[in-house]
């Protein structure tokens, strides 16, 4: 089956413009995971959904990152006014859903969007 | 908070030699543990994981880990590599309950020469 899709694959943008990034999990997963992974790093986490509703958004860097998930698939990250640090590998990861409170399911990770901000 | 450190950035081995890729984390309870690899362009790649039980877990591509508690390691090993394997490799740590986001550790780029 189709794995998790993310759209464009390379964003350049101008410094001070908005992007915005799409991720498209595999169907049914109800878990969603944006992180970010600068250059010679490590990723780290961004934010989290299940279904529809943003659990945790503590990683966001900035008020400048938003992300959503209106109908409990596909997830757009959106970045407003870039800057030059928030260049960067986009992931976004989907699962499906543990029960019992325990979730012994991986995540599945797609390709990345690399966003370079000039 | 957990935390994830891979003490390698960069290791170079021939192929066909042993691979062993270090991988310390810090949590308060036993936590679910995980290798990625990524090749360049690629998406992150499942290729073991650890929950419970059995503390020597095989993974895909020949691949093995073992968790060892009193070390907070675990750390990947491969009897004999192979050209194909050379790639960044990622550990991290997820909480046994709850919160389900992964903490990854800076990574190790594997390099295969001849």
């Known amino acids: 089956g189709a794995g998790v899709s993310q759209s464009p694959r390379y964003k350049v943008a101008k410094r001070g413009q908005d992007v915005a990034l799409r991720c498209d999990p595999i169907s049914g997963h109800v878990s969603l995971f944006w992180y970010q992974q600068a250059l010679g790093q490590g990723p780290e986490f961004l934010t989290y959904f299940q279904n529809e509703a943003q659990l945790d958004k503590s990683g966001l860097p900035s008020d400048r990152f938003f992300a959503e998930r209106p109908e409990g698939s596909v997830s757009t990250l959106k970045i407003q006014r870039t800057q030059q640090e928030d260049s960067a590998v986009y992931l976004c990861a989907s699962s499906p859903l543990g029960s019992g409170g325990r979730n012994y399911n991986e995540q599945f990770f797609g390709p990345g969007t690399r966003l370079t901000v000039l | 908070a957990q935390s994830v450190t891979q003490p390698d950035i960069h290791i170079t081995v021939s192929e066909g030699a042993s691979l062993e890729l270090r991988c310390n984390y810090s949590?308060?309870?036993?936590?679910?543990l995980f290798w990625y690899v990524q090749s360049p362009g690629q998406g992150l790649q499942l290729l073991l994981k650890?929950?419970?039980?059995?503390?020597l877990v095989q993974g895909i591509k020949g691949f093995e880990a073992e968790f060892k508690r009193s070390q907070s390691s675990f750390n990947l090993r491969k009897p004999s590599v192979h050209w194909s394997d050379a790639a960044e490799y990622f550990c991290a740590v997820r909480s046994n309950f709850g919160n389900e986001k992964l903490t990854f550790g800076t990574g190790t780029r594997l390099t295969i020469i001849p």
């Open positions: 650890y929950f419970s039980g059995d503390t």
């Open positions: 949590y308060g309870a036993t936590p679910y």
